[in-house]
């Protein structure tokens, strides 16, 4: 136990989130030392800090319930009925567990989950229990899958009898599925956004304004990154690019400045020599303009700044990229409540289905690997705009 601890005093080091005694105590009793090995060894790898926290939550909880429920740890590789169990012990028809308190996670295992903290709210009350949420429970059979791939597993997560019984049990559940971002952040909304970093209140714009300007118009314009990425990215994963003309179609259009992101890394993909995305025209200039303003050679793009104006070595936090988000919807009288950083990635699809771009090519933008994840956007979009909805005029 003293080197398990030992080993999560050290990925507490990377990983700021599990310092206190009474954490790294909690995950050397549910974690095994290959899991710690793993945790560490992704943590080298240089997984952002905000997965590596999900995951070892999810890992956490995964090896906790798979103690109560069976009595042993997680196996590798997990066999489908393992997976359904998962799924059938944490979402469920509430009302059929009023009548039989049986269907559902057994009472005697939400109780050793509860005393052990990993369950919250009502269900840590007996004859308050209710379905997780789907979204949490996709996400950790998501980690789970992604545990097993680091391990060099092949797991079973999407077995068709693992996808039909998520789908039955998520509809059974009977929670709505909730948006990262309640309104899509589409061109109109970032116009507004962006008319808050122009500096008209004053001589001009300030470091503050170039470098929000910046952050929301690559963040936008590279295919609506993830807000890990935006904080993570380095002057590095920059590749300024010969200029091109501003319509692929029409050689003799305007010449407009480009750059290609190596994205590396990110939350669906591996590290691969075609990662990238292309900026072209006035996200290209808005990154030049901020990167000289700042004289920002090496290192992190996105920087603090402090309530002076002076410029930060550290990088900007996650938090801070959907903060700043926040700050110039109320600056552009949006309620912020509404919004997220997750709108601009959102809105960078929804724009693209209202400009009828086709969503493979905005796919290769984004970098969405479901098509399915990816046309629910297209499908939002278009809905206003169904001729079968207008059948009797």
């Known amino acids: 136990m003293s080197q ?11 990983l700021p989130a599990l310092a206190g005694p009474d954490r790294v105590e909690q995950l050397a009793r549910l974690l095994t030392d290959e899991d710690i090995n793993t945790l560490r060894h992704l943590a080298r790898e240089g997984m952002g800090e905000n997965s590596l926290r999900a995951l ?3 890992f956490s909880y995964l090896e906790g319930w798979c103690l109560a429920a069976t009595g042993s740890a997680l196996p590798w590789p997990a066999p489908v009925s393992l997976i359904l169990k998962f799924i059938a012990h944490h979402l469920w028809d509430a009302d059929k567990r009023l009548s039989d308190p049986s269907h559902g996670m057994p009472e005697d295992i939400a109780m050793q989950l509860a005393a052990q903290g990993l369950l919250r709210g009502s269900n840590n009350k007996p004859g308050l229990r209710c379905p997780h949420a ?37 509809r059974v559940a009977g929670r709505p599925t909730t948006k990262k971002s309640r309104k899509a952040i589409t061109a109109e909304c970032l116009e507004q956004l962006l008319a808050t970093c122009d500096g008209s209140d004053y001589a001009g714009p300030d470091l503050m304004d170039l470098r929000d300007k910046a952050l929301l118009l690559v963040g936008f314009a590279s295919g609506g990154r993830r ?17 091109l003309p501003f319509d692929p179609g029409d050689p003799e259009s305007e010449l407009v400045t480009a ?62 990229v959907n903060a700043i988000v926040k700050k110039r919807c109320a600056l552009a009288g949006l309620d ?51 001729r079968s909805a207008r059948l009797l005029g």
Do not use: C
């Not at 398990?4 to 990377?14: H, M, Q, S, V, Y």
């Not at 904080?231 to 690019?241: H, M, P, T, Y």
């Not at 912020?336 to 400009?355: M, Q, Y």
């Not at 990816?374 to 705009?385: E, I, L, T």
């Open 227 to 243: 807000r890990s990425e935006l904080a993570g990215l380095r002057v590095d994963q920059i590749a300024w690019e010969d200029a």
């Open 134 to 170: 789907p979204s949490t429970v996709r996400r950790r059979l998501a980690s789970w899958s992604t545990l097993h791939r680091w391990r060099g597993l092949n797991g079973e997560f999407s077995a068709p009898e693992v996808r039909s019984a998520m789908r039955l049990a998520a």
């Open 259 to 320: 750059a290609s992101l190596r994205l590396g890394r990110t939350k669906t993909e591996e590290m691969s020599d075609d990662n990238s995305v292309l900026l072209v025209g006035r996200s290209a200039d808005a990154l030049k303009a901020w990167l000289e303003a700042a004289q920002i050679r090496d290192g992190g793009v996105f920087r603090a700044i402090d309530q002076w104006g002076n410029l930060k070595r550290r990088a900007l936090t996650p938090q801070s």
């Open 56 to 58: 070892t939550s999810d």
């Open 336 to 386: 912020p409540k509404e919004f997220s950083a997750h709108g601009l990635r959102s809105g960078f699809l929804t724009e693209a289905a209202n400009r009828d771009i086709p969503i493979q090519d905005a796919m290769l933008q984004s970098r969405h690997r479901s098509l399915a994840q990816a046309s629910s956007y297209y499908s939002d979009a278009g809905r206003r705009r169904r």
């Open 4 to 14: 398990k601890i030992e080993n999560l005093d050290t990925l507490a080091a990377t």
